[in-house]
């Protein structure tokens, strides 16, 4: 079982940047991956982006890239969402999650650990 605790989420002005930080603990395994996925009010919860900590390599939406950067920390316990020129359709709950398989797969039903989300809300 892995914990995850988000934190960063807050009110911000489109165009503006918001870093948000998803830390870990419990049973991690250094081939898996961590992915941000968000849900915005009476909508599916969708992918956002995904890293494998021991490889490095990323993935992201089509509706967020060159915009979004994901990453981990040194210690492999923490990743983080650096967002950058925020638009209102941005506004979501974000979730970390977790999963164990090296892949990195955007369907939400593949990842098995999630933490309780932190709210990005980005005014016009």
Same mark, same amino acid.
Not at 13 to 17: D, L, N
Not at 40 to 48: D, L, N, Q
């Given at each position: 079982?892995v914990?995850?605790? @988000? &934190?960063?989420?807050?009110?911000v002005?489109?165009?503006? %940047?918001l !870093?948000?930080?998803?830390? *870990?603990? $419990? !049973?991690?395994? &250094?081939?898996?991956?961590?992915?941000w996925?968000?849900q915005?009010? $009476?909508? @599916? !919860? @969708?992918?956002?982006a *995904?890293?494998n #900590?021991?490889?490095?390599?990323?993935?992201?939406a =089509?509706s967020?890239? $060159? !915009?979004?950067?994901? %990453? +981990? +920390?040194?210690?492999?316990?923490?990743?983080?969402?650096?967002?950058?020129s925020?638009?209102?359709e =941005?506004? *979501?709950?974000? /979730?970390?999650?977790?999963?164990r %398989?090296s892949?990195?797969y955007?369907?939400r039903?593949? /990842?098995v =650990? #999630?933490?309780? +989300?932190?709210?990005?809300?980005v005014s016009?």
């Open positions: 079982q914990q995850l605790v @988000e &934190s960063g989420g807050d009110l002005q489109a165009g503006g %940047s !870093r948000l930080a998803c830390v *870990a603990s $419990g !049973r991690t395994f &250094s081939s898996s991956v961590m992915g996925f968000r915005a009010p $009476g909508k @599916e !919860r @969708e992918f956002v *995904a890293i #900590w021991s490889a490095g390599n990323t993935r992201y =089509d967020v890239k $060159g !915009r979004f950067t994901i %990453s +981990g +920390g040194a210690a492999r316990n923490t990743v983080y969402l650096q967002m950058n925020l638009k209102p =941005d506004t *979501a709950v974000y /979730y970390c999650a977790h999963q %398989s892949f990195l955007t369907s039903y593949q /990842y =650990d #999630w933490g309780q +989300g932190t709210q990005v809300t016009p």
